[in-house]
């Protein structure tokens, strides 16, 4: 059963995620995707002077891009599982902004790993780290459950 393979595996870091550059244009489509038009997202003239210098990415994006790097670090499972579903989060911070041309990777070290109907359920932090940055971007738990059949 896979989930005696991840067991011993809880408490260690899984992967980290190659770095991905946060671009105004991405802030920009984020913006237009969720109408969250707060001037600290898309004036670069009002933000280089406001409280973090530049434009900052918003906290949601940052989340909405935790399934590309997440799957950088597969969790290596045999067999592999017939269906991986996103269950939500536990936890969801945002300790440090993320301003424009940073750039960011993911850090995931698996929490907990039990068993439910069909399949697993693994606890992931994900923590986003700041390319020179003392604290993350984004640290979340997130719950994801891993079916069988």
Known sequence: MPIERLRPQ???VLGVSDWLEVTQDRIDRFTRATDDHQWIHID???AAVGPFGATIAQGY???SLMPSLMAQIP???EPSPALTV???LDRLRFP???TVG??????VTLIDATGVESGVQVIRRVEVEIEGGDKPGMVADTVTRLLFS
């Open 10 to 12: 809880i408490g260690t």
């Open 44 to 46: 670069p003239v009002r």
């Open 61 to 63: 994006l940052t989340m």
């Open 75 to 77: 969790l290596e499972l």
């Open 86 to 88: 996103n269950y939500g």
């Open 96 to 98: 440090a902004p993320i």
């Open 102 to 107: 940073s750039k960011i990777r993911a850090r």
